[in-house]
Nanobody
Framework: QVQLVESGGGSVQAGGSLNLSCTASGLTFDNYVMGWFRQAPGKEREGVSCISLSGRMTYYADSVKGRFTISRDNGKRMVYLQMNSLKTEDTAVYYC?????????????????RGQGTQVTVSS
């Protein structure tokens, strides 16, 4: 059974940082593109960042470029999202996701598996 479990969410003031983690089980981790999506109340789910199997290729949504960094550790079966200079508009539930082909493809919404999500709240 494939499981993606997120952690590291919480509440932070604008300008602060959070580091999200996702632990994967039940799949051959280094065969999958991994990524992070988010969904704010009343908004569509958005692909935030995705990373290739090797970690050499990444995708970032324009709204987070220069502030967020995605990384993965295939040995630990984990993917991370370091979020700096957080803004109130980053408030959302953040989901870990797995997919195939390329980071751009997965972050466009072509997800094989998604986690339950972790809440990130940024206050002014």
């Amino acid at each position: 059974q494939v499981q993606l479990v997120e952690s590291g969410g919480g509440s932070v003031q604008a300008g602060g940082s959070l580091n999200l983690s996702c632990t994967a089980s039940g799949l051959t981790f280094d065969n999958y593109v991994m990524g992070w999506f988010r969904q704010a109340p009343g908004k569509e789910r958005e692909g935030v960042s995705c990373i290739s199997l090797s970690g050499r290729m990444t995708y970032y949504a324009d709204s987070v470029k220069g502030r967020f960094t995605i990384s993965r550790d295939n040995g630990k079966r984990m993917v991370y999202l370091q979020m700096n200079s957080l803004k109130t508009e980053d408030t959302a539930v953040y989901y870990c996701a797995a997919g195939v082909l390329t980071p751009n493809y997965v972050c466009s919404g072509s997800v094989t598996k998604r986690g339950q999500g972790t809440q990130v709240t940024v206050s002014s």
